[in-house]
């Protein structure tokens, strides 16, 4: 009995991160039997099924049609095997164990998913493995039609796209030569964003229009508290607008996290992204997890904007679980088969009415909810929450003259977004030190490094922190909040005003 196994490299995500897997196969004679070892799932396992109809439908001889024991080993043995990515690599390792073609393995990483009929379908996560392959010394990628331009943004490998089985077996062999897939040309875009409403359209609200720029230039976290029908998702869906498009380091941070996710509808995410759940999504949905973790909303918003209107309504444990991502811009999801730390730097913008039926506090409209029933509304959003949203805006009932007015009053979208891109460019060129993108970002130990203030703003803001009883939490925030404030107005230091207009986006007691 003589064996023939031969040795083939596949990979696949755990987390957002690539592993390499070498896939083995085994030929011998014996009893006719199909196998495969290695933790697999059963997606892994039935791949012997596709795998076989492949080759069939693909011009060759079918395992299953000789005498003969086949062993597909996938390792590293102890980590769990997921999905039909391995295809392509048992597939071929099969054929090149039963001198059915002949070809040199090496360097080679080989990913993609069988039908029946030998066609190759899209996999998920192309952008991560590809980065994975680069750093392994791997030289060329084969993988299916669809998935090269997302892999080709990773410089430095040969990409090849095949549609089928019988496209990949032909390129090895020398008898059709797949061309390698060009590197995208990325450009920088700044002037194309897809609007959902534009800060012009707007009626009133300039409060709140202020509060949006302050929070796109710097990143900071924003709540919007008003009744019913004022405008709080309009502007909300404003945001992007104003929003400089991703550098080219956080395209591909995105990108990798949507292709994981299997939410990839485009080649390269140059925009950012902008989710909005619904407020009856589950934990899992919003923070991620399952059996094998995967990312949620919190994730796939990263670099971008988490928008939860009817914040109150949202589960306490999904409210509670945003602590550790707006402190770390990470969040952990533990699982008894595995712990993953998911990236989670988002912009979280919600809003909320002031009590259940929403004219608590209106001149015009009589609140109908009992105190009980706003309490309990209120306290959804609790202490640690409150303070780590670092700007708090009232939008109150607009006048119906205003809402009738023909006039377009103040700046429009692209003229607020003009003013964002220079308060980033500021900021980039005082963090270029350090792995900080925005204002926001900047952990305590460094506020006196790059937002000194002088003896008369500190008094200042003494005085008020002592009369608002701001957390120490609060207080840093309020320097990071006058400190964008400056970069709008391109000031070079941090004046007594900044201070005054950051203190005054903390709420009021009379606010919540």
């Not at 500021?426 to 270029?432: P, Y």
């Amino acid at each position: 009995m003589t064996t023939q196994a031969v040795k083939l490299h596949s990979a696949q995500t755990v987390g957002l991160h690539g592993v390499i897997i070498d896939v083995e196969v085994d030929r011998y004679l014996g009893t006719k039997k199909l196998s495969i070892v290695g933790l697999p799932d059963k997606a892994v396992e039935e791949s012997l099924e596709r795998v076989s109809a492949a080759i069939k439908n693909s011009g060759k001889i079918s395992p299953q049609k000789r005498n003969q024991r086949v062993t597909v080993s996938l390792a590293p043995a102890d980590l769990k095997k997921e999905g039909p990515i391995f295809d392509l690599a048992i597939a071929l390792g099969y054929l090149l164990s039963s001198n059915q073609i002949n070809f040199d393995p090496r360097n080679k990483l080989f990913l993609g998913e069988l039908s029946l009929n030998g066609a190759l379908r899209p996999i998920k996560g192309a952008l991560p493995l590809a980065a994975k392959a680069k750093k392994a010394g791997f030289e060329e990628i084969y993988l299916p039609a669809g998935n090269g331009t997302e892999a080709a943004l990773i410089d430095g490998l040969k990409i090849f796209e095949a549609a089928s089985l019988s496209d990949v077996m032909q390129h090895l062999e020398d008898e059709i030569k797949i061309p390698p897939r060009a590197r995208p040309r990325i450009e920088k875009i700044h002037a194309e964003i897809k609007e959902q409403s534009d800060l012009s359209e707007i009626r009133g609200q300039a409060a709140a229009k202020r509060g949006l720029e302050i929070a796109a230039a710097g990143g900071h976290n924003l709540l919007m508290i008003g009744p019913p029908g004022t405008g709080k998702t309009m502007l909300a869906k404003a945001l992007p607008s104003i929003l400089p498009p991703l550098t080219f380091e956080e395209s591909l941070e995105v990108t990798a996290i949507h292709s994981v996710a299997g939410k990839l509808k485009i080649p390269f995410l140059s925009a950012r992204p902008f989710h909005s759940p619904h407020h009856t999504s589950s934990y899992v949905a919003l923070v991620g997890g399952g059996a094998w973790p995967r990312p949620g909303e919190i994730t796939l918003a990263h670099r971008g904007v988490l928008f939860l209107d009817e914040f109150p309504e949202f589960d306490r444990r999904v409210i509670e679980s945003l602590r550790q991502p707006l402190e770390n811009g990470t969040i952990t999801v533990a699982r008894a088969k595995d712990t993953v730390e998911f990236p989670a730097r988002f912009m979280l913008i919600c809003a909320m009415n002031p009590c259940p039926c929403g004219n608590l506090g209106s001149k015009t409209k009589r609140c109908i909810c009992n105190q009980n029933a706003i309490l309990r509304y209120q306290r959804k959003v609790s202490g640690p929450i409150a303070d780590r949203l670092d700007l708090w805006i009232e939008v109150p009932q607009i006048a119906h003259e205003e809402l009738g007015s023909n006039d377009r009053r103040g700046p429009t979208s692209a003229e607020v977004r003009h003013k964002v891109i220079a308060a980033r460019a500021i900021q980039q060129k005082r963090f270029q030190s350090r792995k900080y993108f925005t204002n926001s970002e900047i952990p305590v130990k460094d506020l006196e490094i790059f937002m000194p203030l002088s003896q008369a703003c500190r008094a200042t803001l003494n005085l008020a922190a002592k009369r608002m009883d701001l957390s120490p939490r609060a207080y840093h925030r309020v320097i990071k909040i006058a400190r964008t404030i400056a970069d709008l107005a391109g000031e070079i230091n941090i004046n007594e005003n900044h201070i005054l207009e950051a203190i005054q986006y903390r709420p009021s007691p009379n606010l919540i």
